[in-house]
């Protein structure tokens, strides 16, 4: 882009000494007078000039003045413009800095001397903004390099935060495992399950002091103590762990002694069976994403329910034989 920018001040610098001068260097200076052999040789540089052979041009230039020194002023101010023309891709100002001067030095009162001077002028404003410009792009590419070092240096910053997120997350799964586990070991087990199901809620208890609490969904008819089979009621009473399944289809469940020996004397005098298979389980199987909000609902067919990660807490905490009380 820079050089681009170069280029177009070269051309502001130029457009109109090229507008002036180029038809002279093309049709030759009508208003001068060179001999009839000299502007033939002159139409021959002006030509090849105008085709863009300008090392051609200047070489014939060069042929022009050796021949015709009386010549030379307007040799040299045509060789200092194509020295310094926007098209001439091997452009050398300095050594057309050197044809101007030398004209002004060498043809005091040449036609030329003031259109040389002007020349001058105008090359040395080029010379200085194109140093002007380099030094602007040594300072962008130095202030890009720059950023891109800090973007790296960014990135592995990044990098480093997020591998230490993925550790303090994973410290603070083991945290949660572990203060579990020390729950469990610093109170023993639980020596009895609290069912309220009024309050949908489930306590662990161990000598007496409450372990944890926890948010349950029961049977869909669930007021009332569970009387026959099918009814689908949680049973009302006093009860105990007497088996559990890992391999349950609510992932893992803990088997209640229903029905006691109250639950089977109602279910006679009804003349009903009481039914059975009455747990405290998690989410069935396949459904485990429903998390929490399965208490939304009372879903089972008696049974009391929780999360699964909630029964596996259970499981560990509630060992067979713990007493389980279910409150209306």
Same mark, same amino acid.
């Given at each position: 882009m820079c050089k681009k920018q170069s280029r177009i001040g070269e051309h502001l610098n130029f457009f109109f000494v090229c507008i002036i001068i180029t038809p002279i260097l093309i049709c030759g200076c009508s208003h001068f007078n060179e001999g009839l052999q000299a502007k033939s040789t002159f139409k021959e540089a002006n030509d090849l000039f105008s085709q863009g052979s300008?090392?051609?041009?200047?070489? &014939?230039? &060069? %042929?022009?003045?050796?021949?015709?020194?009386?010549?030379?002023?307007? +040799?040299?101010?045509?060789?200092?413009?194509?020295?310094a023309h926007p098209g001439n891709e091997q452009k050398d100002y300095q050594k057309s800095l050197e044809c101007f001067q030398k004209l002004i030095k060498d043809y005091a009162e040449s036609g030329y001397r003031k259109d040389s001077e002007m020349m001058i002028f105008n090359i040395n404003n080029v010379t200085l903004k194109d140093k002007t410009i380099a030094a602007q %792009?040594? %300072?962008?590419e130095t202030?890009?390099?720059?950023?891109?070092?800090?973007?790296?240096?960014?990135?592995?910053?990044?990098?480093?935060?997020?591998?230490? #997120? %993925?550790? +303090?997350?994973? &410290? #603070?799964?083991?945290?949660?495992t572990l203060q579990? #586990?020390?729950?469990?070991?610093?109170?023993?087990?639980?020596?009895?399950?609290?069912?309220?199901?009024?309050?949908?809620?489930?306590?662990?208890?161990?000598?007496?002091? +409450?372990?944890?609490?926890y948010k349950i969904a029961l049977g869909g008819n669930p007021n009332g103590p569970k009387e026959r089979q099918g009814d689908n009621k949680t049973p009302e009473g006093t009860y105990v762990i007497d088996s559990r399944n890992r391999d349950s289809r609510y992932h893992?469940?803990?088997?209640?002694?229903?029905?006691?020996?109250?639950?089977k004397k109602r279910a006679k005098e009804l003349g009903v069976s009481p039914g059975g298979d009455i747990m405290i389980h998690g989410i069935k199987n396949g459904f485990s994403w +429903?998390?929490?909000?399965?208490? #939304?609902?009372?879903?089972?067919?008696?049974?009391?329910a929780v999360t699964d990660e909630e029964i596996e807490e259970i499981d560990k905490l509630a060992p067979n034989g713990t007493i389980v009380e279910i409150r209306p």
């Open positions: 300008y090392n051609a041009s200047l070489n &014939k230039y &060069k %042929q022009i003045i050796e021949k015709y020194p009386t010549a030379g002023d307007r +040799v040299l101010f045509e060789m200092g413009i194509i020295y %792009q040594k %300072q962008i202030l890009r390099q720059e950023v891109t070092s800090r973007g790296d240096a960014i990135t592995t910053l990044q990098k480093k935060i997020e591998a230490v #997120e %993925q550790e +303090v997350k994973s &410290k #603070e799964n083991e945290i949660t579990k #586990e020390v729950l469990a070991f610093r109170n023993g087990p639980a020596d009895k399950i609290l069912i309220e199901k009024k309050e949908r809620r489930l306590t662990l208890i161990s000598k007496g002091k +409450v372990l944890k609490t893992l469940s803990l088997h209640i002694s229903y029905p006691n020996e109250k639950d +429903v998390g929490d909000f399965h208490t #939304e609902v009372d879903w089972t067919k008696g049974c009391i």
